[in-house]
């Protein structure tokens, strides 16, 4: 499993211990100034580190759909790692995370998957993402900043 995993489980004590602030006044800060990491990357670390110790926990053996003369594989044995891979797990559920994380290394013959491939999988498994509203006929699409008002300079005796 990726350096990640560590990191992030060491962020995320580290923040959940309030450890920062001998020295720092805000975990962000304490990411900035002793690690160099941008806040985003990060929250990031730590989020990708608890999606790998769910993908981590599941080690039966998946047999099933196995072609012959092929071996069957753990999911235990097939982990990400790089943060990169597991970011679109995230917004699952940990069960749907190990589920979308089994269809993916499928995806990839019994190895560990690209982020697209993880990417392409959560996408098949929560769907397309619904197309937005379209606007009304009676909206322009262009910003309005109030009600449409008359120049000073109009005369008002040509408007019946």
Excluded at 20 to 42: H, I, M, P, Q, V
Excluded at 55 to 80: F, H, M, N, W
Excluded at 95 to 124: C, F, H, L, S
């Amino acid at each position: 499993m990726g350096s990640f995993v560590a990191v992030g489980g060491a962020l995320l004590i580290i923040r959940d211990s309030r450890l920062y602030r001998e020295k720092f006044n805000t975990f962000n800060d304490y990411c900035k100034e002793k690690w160099g990491l941008e806040r985003t990357y990060a929250h990031r670390l730590m989020k990708g580190s608890l999606v790998a110790a769910n993908l981590s926990g599941t080690c039966e053996t998946r047999s099933k759909d196995v072609a012959p003369g092929q071996q069957p594989y753990t999911p235990c044995e097939i982990l990400p790692i790089y943060e990169k891979q597991v970011r679109p797990l995230a917004q699952l559920e940990p069960a749907q995370q190990r589920e979308v994380w089994d269809e993916a290394v499928k995806a990839a013959d019994g190895r560990a998957p690209t982020y697209n491939i993880v990417k392409a999988a959560v996408g098949a498994f929560i769907g397309p993402a619904p197309s937005p509203n379209p606007p009304s006929a009676s909206h322009s699409g262009l910003a309005s900043s109030g009600p449409l008002r008359r120049a000073p300079f109009a005369p008002t005796d040509l408007y019946p």
